[in-house]
């Protein structure tokens, strides 16, 4: 049994996708990053850094639980754990990871601060905003021209477009306009129409706060919170 601990972002929402595709029996536990759930101590014992998603393998590699953080490092745990989503080539391998990476080191931070400066900052600042808004086009162009070419980012469905999908599925938020890219819009459509990536990304759904942040989850994902010794 795999028990995850998440919340519904693109971080969260990349894992619960690879549960419903693999098929693997998990429970989800909600982990309210606005409610400073993520400070708790139980949850830092399996997830350190204070970010979601974390699992627990009841019954891990010896047997015996064991517990990850960071979202990459899980899907492949998963990958490997099922013997899914991740080719069995050594070029189908390496190009699914460096795909994943693509997402770990470019398409998560870069339109994560998109999603900042255009929409939680408290100032309007406008070099900030358009410096990663062009970074997020780019970021976007990079997909099509790699779709262009390819099905999907590895040879075949794999673990780096479970990864990449949920923040491009933000793609409005992040100021890029998807009908100039036609490959990645493809591509787009053709995950968005599988049923259990859908079921995936609906994962804790139902605990989402509705309209604009409010100023409480500001001060704990923004403020002197996130700061704290623990």
């Known amino acids: 049994m795999i028990e995850l601990y998440s919340w519904p972002t693109p971080n969260g929402q990349k894992v619960s996708i690879m549960l419903e595709e693999t098929g693997l029996a998990y429970r989800a536990h909600g982990v309210d990053i606005g ?6 101590p139980e949850f830092l014992r399996i997830s350190p850094n204070n970010k979601i998603p974390a699992i627990v393998d009841t019954e891990g590699p010896d047997g015996k639980p064991y517990s990850l953080f960071e979202s990459g490092a899980i899907l492949i745990y998963l990958a ?4 899914a989503f991740l080719p069995k080539t050594a070029r189908g391998y390496f190009d699914a990871l460096q795909w994943l990476m693509f997402q770990m080191g470019g398409i998560g931070p870069m339109l994560g601060q998109a999603h900042h400066f255009r929409q939680y900052a408290p100032e309007k ?19 099509d021209k790699r779709l262009a070419e390819h099905e999907y980012l590895a040879d075949e469905l794999s673990i780096a477009d479970f990864a990449v999908y949920p923040w491009t599925a933000l793609h409005e938020r992040q100021g890029v306009n998807v009908a100039e890219l036609p490959h990645f819009l493809r591509w787009h459509e053709a995950l968005k129409a599988r049923p259990k990536l859908r ?5 804790l759904s139902e605990r989402r706060r509705q309209g604009p942040m409010d100023e409480e989850s500001k001060k704990v994902l923004f403020g002197t919170a996130q700061y704290a010794k623990r």
């Open 80 to 83: 490997e754990k099922t013997g």
């Open 199 to 203: 079921e995936g990304m609906d994962v």
């Open 125 to 143: 600042i406008e070099y900030a905003i358009n410096r990663y808004t062009n970074e997020a086009n780019r970021l976007y162009r990079v997909l």
């Open 35 to 40: 409610r400073a759930e993520q400070f708790k």
